[in-house]
């Protein structure tokens, strides 16, 4: 079965995107590609917003749902932190750069086309929440943990990366996965070595 | 001594991003608010981007400098990072929203002014992956940690407030410093109780 034009355009957009930039692309540009008049493109879309998101709406939903199902998993939490980093790091990696295009415009994004899209970054930020709240609950986390805080904390690290990632870099995105895993189960500082137990405590 | 001119423009474009927001602001805006025409605004700046930057530019270098003493500083690494994070929020809290703008904007802005800016966000990593390496170098922070992709984490953590801060919020700029700081310190995960000696230790 050949695509249907709307996913003709939504592949030329993603090509175009990545190869000329996202800003420096115009609707004339992609018409173009797929041979059609711009006035015609409108037939299918009504926006190069509307567009980007097109691009990356379908990884989005998969994360999102994979997400899902690691939330509903019963494997211990820090396994689930590991999959859901895990998770976001490779949409990431898989849909470079069209989700670090995303992830700037956002707001922007969220803003026009709120009323179709059910995948938002506050639905996202929830599950996000709840998983922490698992692991609070079964003893797992730190009672006092501030599971809202902690998630705004964890998307900023994991979403930031658009800033810096080069998909051609030293890391691949499993092994900052693996580093920022690591980070936000234990932290920073180093162990403390168990003190060794008192000569009157060992000796009763 | 009254202010000159061009810091008049400046305070008077600060406010107006505040009211209208960034984007809505005009140079005409700015220019009927001073008593000039626009044409006479170009005698003093160059383009919105630039008096945005004028907007941060102040607390920005104070910011830095301040990261500076904290990195030079002989305290114990934990209460640096702790430091660092509160500077970061504070920051961040006094000039909300125009740090805001900046930060997603950066790094558009950065391209054009990079001629004119000593205090970049490349500059500003380079100090905390320092502070990193002091804590590795004395034994505080952990012997394997990479500290460029935790300087990474730990600023996509405190800048990706900027998506979420509202300044009239429930928790501080301070109250979300410590809970970051306590997370990237410690990590999320329960500490485990010291493991009671085994009996055949304890009893030899």
């Not at 000329?20 to 797929?34: F, N």
Request: with cysteine.
């Amino acid at each position: 079965m050949s695509p249907s034009k709307e996913q003709e355009i939504v592949a030329v957009a993603a090509r175009l995107f990545k190869e000329k930039g996202y800003r420096a692309t115009t609707l004339e540009d992609i018409a173009a590609a797929v041979g059609m008049l711009k006035g015609s493109l409108y037939y299918y879309i009504r926006s190069k917003e509307e567009l980007l998101y097109l691009v990356v709406r379908d990884p989005i939903r998969q994360a999102y749902t994979r997400l899902e199902e690691i939330v509903a998993s019963q494997a211990p939490v820090a396994t689930k932190i590991a999959q859901a980093i895990t998770n976001h790091m490779t949409l990431f990696h898989r849909h470079y750069p069209h989700i670090a295009v995303y992830l700037h415009d956002f707001p922007h994004l969220m803003h026009k086309l709120q009323q179709s899209v059910r995948e938002t970054p506050k639905q996202y930020q929830r599950l996000w929440t709840t998983l922490l709240a698992q692991g609070v609950a079964s003893g797992e986390l730190r009672r006092d943990l501030d599971v809202k805080i902690a998630a705004y904390a964890i998307l900023g690290m994991c979403n930031w990366v658009y800033r810096w990632y080069d998909p051609r870099g030293k890391l691949s995105a499993e092994e900052i996965a693996a580093l920022f895993t690591r980070m936000i189960l234990e932290g920073v500082l180093r162990p403390r070595p168990a003190s060794p137990p008192a000569a009157s405590e060992a000796v009763p």
